[in-house]
């Protein structure tokens, strides 16, 4: 299978403008104004991530999300009935499962496919009838991506997070290359199929080496560029983080 050559895509996620709302209780600021404006900015698509304690991103959000967007919404959620039935209720054009536990303050690991392979299967094949592409949230792990394809996942989703965090704390090398990892998993899940994405910690300075990997088509990033945006503007945070995108790409 021939490597992808295309335009690689940035999806915005909108989750942390809702902690910020959330923080006061109030109605500002609006994520789904944060939403547009990321699609004015060159957003490809957005993400939001509906958790079941809704402590960011909550239903009237993503109501207003599938009313106003024009570009794809992927909806994050975990692997139950409930999160289950609101997006076979709105028909996003992805989700993506990722695993959840109240007492974290962000997603910690990958989803555990390998072990849970029919309960999974038989989970996500609804969402599939429904039109719904979906994507899985995995640790960079020869034995996870095995398992996305095997029960039918469109899309992994690689976690970024190792990588990012021992390059912020110089601690990336040879003998624990998480970068390496990436990009071995990325071309594996690409030969069995798998449209490969990556997501979670992504800033200016992590983001290159892995939106150079041809097999990757898309990148996810949120709370850097919610960040970013308090000191630069969301627009012009955005603007910079695709300019490095297209640079590490070409």
């Known amino acids: 299978m021939s490597k992808y050559l295309g335009k690689l895509r940035l999806g915005v996620n909108i989750d942390h403008v809702a902690t910020v709302r959330n923080a006061r209780g109030s109605a ?15 957003a490809d698509g957005i ?8 402590r960011h991103i909550s239903d009237g959000d993503i109501d207003a999300l599938m009313e106003k967007l024009t570009v794809p919404l992927n909806f994050e959620m975990a692997a139950t009935d409930e999160m289950q039935a609101i997006a076979l209720r709105h028909k996003p054009h992805a989700v993506c499962i990722v695993p959840e536990k109240r007492e974290e ?31 899985l949230f995995i640790a960079s792990d020869m034995a996870q991506v095995e398992a996305a394809a095997r029960i039918g996942a469109d899309i992994v989703e690689l976690h970024a997070g190792p990588y990012c965090d021992m390059f912020h704390e110089g601690e990336l090398d040879a003998s624990n290359n998480e970068l390496e990892k990436l990009r071995e998993m990325s ?25 150079a990997f041809l097999e990757v088509m898309e990148l996810n990033i949120g709370h850097f560029l919610i960040g970013e945006a308090i000191f630069r503007g969301l627009t012009p945070a955005i603007k910079e983080m695709r300019r490095l995108m297209e640079e590490a790409r070409t």
């Open 47 to 54: 993400t939001a991530h509906l958790r079941e304690d809704r």
């Open 105 to 135: 303050l962000t997603t910690e690991g990958g989803l555990e496919v390998a072990r849970q392979e029919n309960k999974l299967a038989g989970f996500i094949a609804p969402l599939k009838d429904a039109g719904c592409r979906v994507s």
């Open 187 to 211: 071309a594996f899940g690409h030969s069995l199929g798998l449209e490969v994405h990556a997501g979670h910690g992504f800033t200016y300075e992590t983001v290159m080496p892995v939106a």
């Open 28 to 42: 500002y600021p609006d994520p789904t104004r944060a939403a547009l404006l990321a699609e004015k900015a060159g």
